[in-house]
């Protein structure tokens, strides 16, 4: 049996690394991290993911809710979770088309067209995301996930 492929949103993978005050959806996130360290699931995303996850840890750093130590252990760890990386400038065209369709951002659209081609679920922890393209995309709640 072969691992299933999702597309990983960047607001998943931060929870691995934010305090778990104020932040939702810890625990499933690690239990996703959990499957993905079993190899029942491989993780996928656009080479945009390594910004904006970067971006998080960077704002957390400095609003003090995590110290130096902490955001470089992200950072290293994140590059060694085996995330299959596809190029954003193959999915320029589609996620603009998405874009402007849902008045959804542009940095949103690339992960639901990166699904789209890949013909798997993206997972997110941005219920509004969810609810507003979920019934047209493949687009799939952290919170909705059963593991």
Same mark, same amino acid.
Request: with cysteine; net charge negative.
């Given at each position: 049996? /072969?691992?299933? +492929?999702?597309?990983?949103? =960047?607001?998943?993978? $931060? ?5 778990? #005050? ?6 499933e996130a690690f239990k996703l991290l959990s ?8 993780? !996928? ?6 910004? #904006?996850? *970067? ?5 957390a750093l400095r609003q003090e809710r995590i110290?130096? @130590?902490?955001? +470089? $252990?992200? &950072?290293?760890?994140? +590059? =060694? ?9 193959? &999915?320029?065209?589609? !996620? ?6 849902? #008045? @959804? /951002? ?6 639901? =067209?990166?699904?789209? #081609?890949? +013909? ?7 219920e509004k995301l969810v609810n507003a393209l *979920?019934? @047209?995309?493949?687009? @799939?709640?952290? *919170? *909705?996930?059963?593991?």
């Amino acid at each position: 049996m /072969s691992a299933k +492929r999702v597309v990983l949103d =960047a607001c998943v993978a $931060v929870k691995w690394y934010l305090p778990r #005050e104020n932040e939702a959806l810890v625990d499933e996130a690690f239990k996703l991290l959990s499957r993905h360290k079993e190899r029942v699931i491989t993780f !996928a995303a656009p080479d945009s993911f390594w910004a #904006e996850f *970067g971006n998080v840890i960077w704002k957390a750093l400095r609003q003090e809710r995590i110290g130096e @130590r902490v955001a +470089r $252990v992200a &950072l290293d760890d994140i +590059r =060694a979770w085996d995330i299959e990386v596809f190029r954003t400038e193959d &999915l320029l065209d589609n !996620a603009l088309t998405i874009a402007i369709a849902n #008045e @959804r /951002s542009f940095y949103d659209a690339l992960y639901v =067209a990166l699904a789209q #081609e890949l +013909r798997c679920d993206m997972i997110t922890a941005d219920e509004k995301l969810v609810n507003a393209l *979920g019934s @047209r995309f493949p687009v @799939r709640w952290l *919170g *909705g996930m059963r593991f």
